[in-house]
C-alpha cells in the first residue's frame, strides 16, 4: 500500500475526526425508534488543511493523480493523535488548494479512514 510522500506535512491544520458510524437506525410507530449495529467495517473521516510550497503541492498533485490513481486508492496516512500510520482515502473531495501568500497554498484534505 502506498504512503503519504515524506517530502509533504504530516500534520493537518485544525483537524477534525469522527469516528466510524456502523449504525443502523428505524423508527417505530411508537416509543424511541431502533438502532443496531449494521456493520464493523464503516469508515470515520478526518479533514483540515496545510500550508505547501508550489513544490509541495506538484508532489501532491502527482501522488493523488498517478500513484493513487486519480485518488481512488487507499494510502497510509499519519494519525494525528500519534503519528502512527492510518489507512485511509480521500473522501468525495479531492484536494483543493487557493493560494496563501507568495509561493504557498493552502490546502483542504478530506479523507476517510478506513478499518
Do not use: C, H
Given at each position: 500500500?502506498?504512503?503519504?510522500?515524506?517530502?509533504?506535512?504530516?500534520d493537518?491544520?485544525?483537524?477534525?475526526?469522527?469516528?466510524?458510524?456502523?449504525?443502523?437506525?428505524?423508527?417505530?410507530?411508537?416509543?424511541?425508534?431502533?438502532?443496531?449495529?449494521?456493520?464493523?467495517?464503516?469508515?470515520?473521516?478526518?479533514?483540515?488543511?496545510?500550508?505547501?510550497?508550489?513544490?509541495?503541492?506538484?508532489?501532491?498533485?502527482?501522488?493523488?493523480?498517478?500513484?493513487?490513481?486519480?485518488?481512488?486508492?487507499?494510502?497510509?496516512?499519519?494519525?494525528?493523535?500519534?503519528?502512527?500510520?492510518?489507512?485511509?482515502?480521500?473522501?468525495?473531495?479531492?484536494?483543493a488548494?487557493q493560494?496563501?501568500?507568495?509561493?504557498?497554498?493552502?490546502?483542504?484534505?478530506?479523507?476517510?479512514?478506513?478499518?
Amino acid at each position: 500500500m502506498d504512503v503519504w510522500p515524506v517530502t509533504l506535512p504530516r500534520d493537518l491544520i485544525g483537524p477534525s475526526q469522527s469516528m466510524a458510524d456502523g449504525r443502523l437506525s428505524s423508527q417505530t410507530d411508537t416509543g424511541p425508534g431502533k438502532v443496531r449495529r449494521r456493520s464493523t467495517a464503516s469508515a470515520g473521516s478526518l479533514t483540515g488543511s496545510m500550508v505547501l510550497t508550489y513544490a509541495q503541492l506538484d508532489t501532491l498533485r502527482t501522488f493523488v493523480a498517478t500513484t493513487l490513481a486519480g485518488g481512488s486508492l487507499p494510502f497510509l496516512f499519519p494519525s494525528q493523535i500519534n503519528g502512527a500510520n492510518i489507512t485511509v482515502r480521500f473522501a468525495e473531495n479531492l484536494p483543493a488548494w487557493q493560494r496563501y501568500g507568495w509561493g504557498k497554498v493552502t490546502v483542504n484534505i478530506d479523507l476517510e479512514t478506513l478499518p
